[in-house]
């Protein structure tokens, strides 16, 4: 793809002006991470909003008691830092460190981003969209990490399907808790046929099961 049609990738950019994105690509910059590496850490002043085009990034906050939650972003097209460019804020609260082998992205100086969605009614609209669907994805994220920790594990299995579990110290971030709960929820609903593992990859759910289990 050429740097325009990576643009568009994302649903911000989707619907934004021809003159609009050839002003993005000419300050857009393509960067390729390795696993490891930050897109910035807690503290850091915040100069660029990120579109990840492949690979995965896990955005991870300090709390109370030395904890931290963590919660992965994989999707293409998916913007990072969106809310911290358009909120011109001073620093960043959170780490954005690359959880994948190689993860590809696009940089987009903020400065130039908060003046194109003053100027171009399509790429505010999208921004206005995008940032109200964050919102609702971290109330219900909140609303999750309230709840007892064998909840908290049906409702990310649920959402997330057979798939390729990560450590139990990496789920346990994502989930607010610790690996040893981790370990033994997941150990409850294998013998119980809740779920099928193959190794570290849950292959099968019982839904109906598990959604049996949630309150309500």
């Known amino acids: 793809m050429t740097l325009p049609e990576n643009l568009r990738v994302s649903p911000l ?82 780490d954005a460190v690359v959880s994948a082998p190689h993860t590809d992205l696009l940089a987009l100086p903020g400065a130039a981003l908060r003046e194109l969605v003053r100027r171009d009614p399509a790429l505010a609209g999208a921004a206005l969209t995008l940032l109200a669907e964050q919102t609702r994805s971290a109330e219900a994220r909140l609303d999750l990490l309230s709840a007892p920790v064998p909840v908290r594990l049906i409702g990310y299995l649920l959402e997330r399907g057979p798939h390729a579990l990560p450590t139990n110290s990496a789920l346990a971030a ?36 598990l959604r049996r289990r949630l309150p309500g």
Do not use: K, N
């Open 13 to 94: 950019l989707r619907g934004a002006a021809p003159d609009t994105l050839r002003q993005l690509a000419a300050q857009a910059a393509s960067r390729t991470l390795p696993r490891t590496a930050a897109l910035w850490r807690s503290g850091d002043p915040v100069v660029c909003a990120f579109i990840l085009l492949r690979g995965e990034v896990r955005l991870t906050r300090p709390q109370a008691g030395g904890r931290s939650l963590t919660r992965p972003v994989s999707g293409a097209g998916e913007v990072l830092g969106l809310r911290d460019v358009l909120g011109a804020a001073d620093t960043f609260a959170e």
């Open 174 to 209: 994502q989930l607010g808790t610790v690996p040893e709960l981790v370990s033994r929820h997941l150990g409850d609903l294998y013998p119980q046929g809740m779920i099928g593992l193959r190794r570290r990859e849950i292959v099968t759910l019982d839904e109906a099961g």
